[in-house]
């Protein structure tokens, strides 16, 4: 529920997977590939920087990821990796460059680009009096999902994170692990 426009390409990449399955003897890689090609990008980074006076922590930084690939960030402390993610999602701008999640440009439609990221910090900013299930119901309301669709969400997110057992306890009284996956 997070970016139309990725879901819609990640799902047309299934569909292809799909075709390319059911027609081996058609070259399934080509089939594949054209819908792969075709695929929108889930984030867009053009020309990024990022400067504290003279000190530049990000230089002219270019990427592409489409809908449903799967990347890290690497590199040594001070390179400038959480800095470029806290751009991608809106918690500081850039000095220059551009940056598009799910079509959106972060610094002129920040809304939109925050409702279609998501973002996990090693230590995710918890309130530790809540629960589990409340935790999530409140970021359910602060991402607008709807109110008649709400409770479905909540606990088929903690069933999938694994947090069903512990919905009811206080995120304080849960592992370090467990608060990660409230996050």
């Keep these: 529920d997070r970016a139309p426009v990725g879901r819609a390409a990640y799902l047309d990449y299934l569909r292809a997977i799909d075709a390319a399955r059911q ?8 089939l594949l590939m054209r819908s792969w090609d075709a695929a929108p990008f889930a984030i867009e980074v053009e020309g990024l920087c990022k400067r504290y006076g003279d000190h530049e ?3 002219g930084l270019s990427f592409r990821v489409r809908a449903g690939e799967v990347v890290g960030f690497l ?8 800095t470029v993610m806290r751009i991608l999602t809106g918690f500081l701008p850039a000095t220059d460059g551009t940056a598009r999640i799910a079509g959106h440009d972060v610094f002129s439609d ?3 680009a925050r409702r279609a990221i998501g973002y996990l910090p090693e230590t995710p900013p918890l309130y530790p009096e ?3 299930a409340s935790y999530v119901d409140f970021v359910a309301r602060l991402k607008d999902v709807p109110r008649a ?4 969400a909540v606990d088929r997110a903690l069933e999938r994170c694994g947090l069903a057992a512990v919905r009811g306890r206080e995120i304080r009284q849960l592992s370090k692990g467990y608060r990660q996956r409230v996050g």
Excluded at 23 to 29: A, K, L, W
Excluded at 75 to 82: L, M, R
Excluded at 149 to 152: I, L, N, P, V
């Design 57 to 59: 922590a990000v230089r």
């Design 75 to 82: 590199g040594p402390n001070g390179a400038g990796k959480t």
């Design 110 to 112: 920040p809304i939109a």
């Design 23 to 30: 027609h081996r003897d058609r070259d399934p890689q080509s």
């Design 149 to 152: 669709k709400r409770r479905a």
């Design 130 to 132: 809540m629960t589990p």
